[in-house]
């Protein structure tokens, strides 16, 4: 349902008393409810959206049961002659509602909208109660990279109709579906499908009619058609227009949108009874093995994003003027595709995505494993249906798909258990095949594949389009993986189409490294693993396109590594902050603009000597760019990749950085039309070593790669290093690291790696009185991780604690000393020392005597 068109409506109409043939009225009623969890005594108010998992963003377990909802609607009037109706957009994952305690209905599927008729029990004082359960097993997601977000968590209506009406019981759709038959470049038609109820008591005679309106609104044709109703009676009315020469094409750059308005007319009096109005875009596509995507008879490479709709702090009861931010967003990044992942989204989302222009892929969250339990399969079938029918008369969507990686948590081929799991995965799979085709033959089926062949061997690529989602260098292997894997796919399957579904990799702002590698969860890993991955993407004829993964950082209750309850690989921040990576994806993709952004807003801090080689990378489209340093040119280089790299030697303080691309493609005044920009400026601070002998703190990040900067206090970790003279350094041990949740501290990435083994610190220092802080966190235990993580390890578990003695400057400090106690794995443990330093050194010395001594971090500064 067109969510404007009914803001409107209920703006120009409030419920009052109205002639009986008057058209429908809606209106929200997302204020003044009350919740409640239901084994809880106190009722809160509450406006929706709302849901009740805001304890998602604090710790892994968080609420899967049921609440409930309650609100007094007063209306001005029941009207005879006339239907009331609830419609509520999504409740996760099931609902049960009452009307004046009357069962009006149920719903299984969390982010579908569903309509019950509330005709017989409306009043005009009336009690709603809403019970709300996110922990069915029997709906899918069951197991998911996600958190299933409980509550009413999308808009809630109240509609009014006349008793000849648009069907509004059609499995939450409004009972209108528009589509394109024919459309080419000189010709194209419009196919109306209506449903039409007739909820009087005697018969009706009326007119459907359809007027199509070109996109600067004049009235183009109208087609309509005579029609009858027994009394109680549905039908389904097909119409079609005349043909339409010369249509203007709907592109994502040209998002041309023509309209239709359908109504229902009284014959006697001409007027109309029922209305609704829907926007066309004329454009046709195909998927090949070979040749790729085509858009309107001409390749065209799909590039895009997946997107979850969460946003600190509410969740994902957001407002609809997100979904509409996050398109605009993306489409400045030069999207023109979105996998709408791994759910139905608000229709508002859809909208955007008509009017500003992407190509859609949307699907239901069946996710990593098909369960054996009873009315599961019904459900994603009712679920399918469904989404298909709510969302089919959106032009932007060109894919529906129904499963992610659902091989990923099944018990693997060669054990016992395989051949039950992949009967019935394969029997799901063609299940939902036929009924997607039943439902719309029009879109392309698609699915998402993680790693493994399996899915071809066993005919899961029944679907139109295989998407693929891709990890390597990231999960698994190397980055050249990437290009093997997808070069053996061409090469086994030539004739099947085929789009990267995911690929990404973490990162997290606190992280930095010149030196970056998989699963530092560094800024600089994730542009490089995506500097590899796009290019080897766009060249690929037979790669229909992508969609990166994701959008922005999301919220996973369950996730550990370096930010949990975070999936950390989006382009923006979870707040849409973009990251500096974001504008890669746009020198990439925007050719229409100019492009230029210094990468460093993610590292606009930074710790060196003096004289030491900054790296200063400038992504743009550009044929070249030149870096300035406080107003002094460090030089001109050719962009390669989109982006050049600049080593830069900065003075300690403030620096200006000014960037200025140079391409004979633009001149000033064709980019102030246009928009973009070909100069970029930040500023950067650079502040030398601390210097222990002038009382600054020494915190060395042991056993890592990466500078890490804590949020709260901005205290810069060093990277660990060998022992050389005059510095500090490492001697012995051996570098480990581990992606499990570290309790009782924000600093996690400090603790989640670590030297161990017999080793030693050594510190040159001048002498004087110093306070020495270590850092532990025992890992012999580690955490259970979500089955995403693949074949990443998370070290290996000890049936025994590691205990040591630590001596610093030849002092035993702890002697057969474990920081866990027995019970405090993963959890942050600091101790601090006074200590005298009376040579030139401070030495930290760990000897193992069970297991292997192991620290993770040191920070020390001088007293006097």
């Excluded at 043939?21 to 106190?42: C, M, Y």
């Excluded at 969250?365 to 098909?370: A, D, K, L, Q």
């Excluded at 659902?406 to 063609?430: H, M, N, Q, S």
């Excluded at 690529?461 to 390597?472: I, K, P, T």
Aim: aromatic content about 12%; charged content about 25%; hydrophobic content about 35%.
């Amino acid at each position: 349902m067109n969510k404007r068109f009914l803001l409107l409506t209920a703006a120009l109409c409030s419920f009052m008393a109205v002639p009986i043939l008057a058209q429908r009225e809606a209106k929200t009623i997302n204020d003044n409810w009350e919740f409640k969890k239901l084994a809880e005594n106190h009722w809160t108010s509450v406006d929706l959206p709302h849901t009740y998992n805001l304890d998602a963003y604090q710790g892994r377990n968080y609420y899967q049961g049921k609440a409930e909802y309650r609100r007094i609607l007063s209306l001005p009037e029941v009207i005879p002659g006339r239907r009331y109706f609830l419609k509520i957009d999504a409740a996760s994952k099931a609902a049960s509602v009452k009307v004046n305690g009357i069962n009006v209905g149920t719903h299984a599927g969390g982010y579908t909208a569903f309509t019950f008729d509330i005709t017989k029990c409306v009043k005009k004082e009336n009690i709603i109660e809403i019970i709300v359960d996110n922990a069915r097993k029997d709906i899918c997601p069951i197991s998911a990279d996600f958190t299933f977000w409980g509550g009413i968590y999308r808009d809630v209506w109240i509609v009014s109709t006349p008793d000849v009406h648009f069907n509004m019981l059609n499995m939450g759709s409004d009972g209108i579906f528009v589509s394109t038959p024919l459309v080419n470049e000189r010709q194209s038609l419009v196919k109306v499908v209506s449903e039409v109820t007739n909820d009087a008591k005697k018969p009706s005679t009326f007119e459907v009619r359809n007027e199509l309106f070109s996109p600067d609104g004049k009235l183009l044709q109208t087609f309509k058609k005579k029609a009858s109703l027994k009394a109680g009676e549905t039908r389904r009315l097909e119409l079609q227009s005349k043909l339409i020469s010369n249509p203007e094409l709907w592109t994502p750059e040209t998002p041309i949108l023509y309209k239709v308005v359908t109504s229902l007319v009284d014959i006697k009096t001409g007027k109309a009874i029922d209305r609704k109005f829907h926007k066309v875009g004329f454009r046709w596509f195909s998927f090949d093995g070979e040749k790729g995507f085509c858009l309107n008879g001409k390749p065209y490479k799909l590039r895009g994003f997946n997107r979850h709709q969460d946003q600190a702090p509410v969740g994902v009861a957001v407002p609809d003027e997100v979904h509409r931010r996050d398109i605009k967003i993306m489409k400045d990044l030069g999207s023109n595709y979105i996998r709408i992942s791994h759910y139905p989204q608000d229709d508002a989302l859809l909208e955007a995505c008509d009017e500003l222009g992407l190509l859609a892929w949307e699907e239901i969250p069946i996710v990593n494993i098909v369960p054996d339990t009873p009315g599961y399969a019904d459900n994603c079938e009712y679920n399918l249906r469904e989404m298909i029918r709510q969302h089919y008369s959106h032009p932007s969507i060109i894919n529906w798909g129904y499963m992610n990686e659902i091989l990923l948590v099944t018990p693997r081929p060669g054990t016992k258990e395989w051949p039950v799991y992949k009967e019935r995965t394969v029997a799901l799979a063609k299940r939902l095949e036929k009924v997607l085709k039943e439902e719309d033959a029009t879109r392309k089926s698609v699915m998402a594949y993680n790693m493994t062949n399996v899915y071809n061997e066993i005919g899961l690529n029944l679907v139109d389009v295989v998407g693929w989602n891709l990890y390597h260098g990231w999960y698994e292997g190397e980055l050249n993986g990437f290009n093997r894997w997808c070069e053996n796919q061409h090469q086994l399957y030539p004739k099947q189409p085929m789009i990267i579904s995911e690929w990404g990799a973490g990162s997290d702002r606190r992280l930095h490294s010149y030196q970056a590698r998989p699963f530092d969860f560094s800024i600089e890993y994730q542009q490089t693993y995506i500097e590899h991955y796009l290019p080897f993407i766009e060249e690929k004829p037979w790669i229909s396109g992508c969609t990166y993964w994701n959008f922005i950082d999301f919220n996973v209750a369950a996730r550990q590594e370096s930010m949990p309850r975070v999936n950390n690989k989006g382009v923006a921040y979870n707040d849409r902050t973009l990251k500096d990576v974001a504008y890669y994806f746009k020198s990439m993709w925007r050719k229409d603009v100019p492009v230029v952004h210094i990468a460093s807003r993610d590292w606009p801090a930074r710790m060196g000597n003096a004289n030491d080689i900054q790296r200063i990378k400038v992504y743009s489209n550009m044929q070249e760019v030149e870096l300035f340093v406080n107003g002094k040119s460090v030089g001109k280089k050719k962009t390669d990749n989109c982006f050049a790299v600049f080593d830069a030697v900065l003075p300690f303080g403030i620096s200006t950085l000014k960037a200025k691309g140079m391409s004979e493609k633009w001149f000033a005044d064709d980019f102030r039309v246009k928009g973009g920009n070909t100069e970029d400026a930040m500023n950067i601070r650079y502040t030398p070593l601390p210097d222990l002998a002038k009382g600054e703190e020494l915190a060395i990040n042991v056993g890592s790669n990466c500078y890490f900067i804590s949020s709260l206090s901005h205290l810069t970790w060093l990277p660990d290093q060998a022992y050389k003279s005059g510095t500090w350094g490492y001697i012995g041990g051996e570098n480990k690291s581990t992606t499990s949740e570290i309790e009782n501290t924000i600093d996690g990435p400090i603790y989640q790696t670590w030297r161990e083994g017999d080793l030693e610190y050594k510190i040159d220092a001048p002498m004087g009185k110093y306070e020495v802080e270590l850092l532990m966190a025992d890992v012999t235990k580690p955490a259970t991780q979500l089955p995403n993580l693949l074949s990443r390890s998370n070290g290996e578990a000890s049936s025994k604690d590691a205990r040591f003695d630590v001596s610093i400057n030849g002092e035993i400090k702890e002697t057969d000393f474990t920081p866990t106690d027995g019970r405090h794995y993963r959890t942050a443990f600091k101790r601090r020392y006074i200590v005298r330093n009376n040579d030139t050194s401070i030495h930290i010395h760990l000897k193992s005597l069970q297991g292997k001594a192991f620290l993770n971090g040191i920070k020390i500064r001088k007293l006097d």
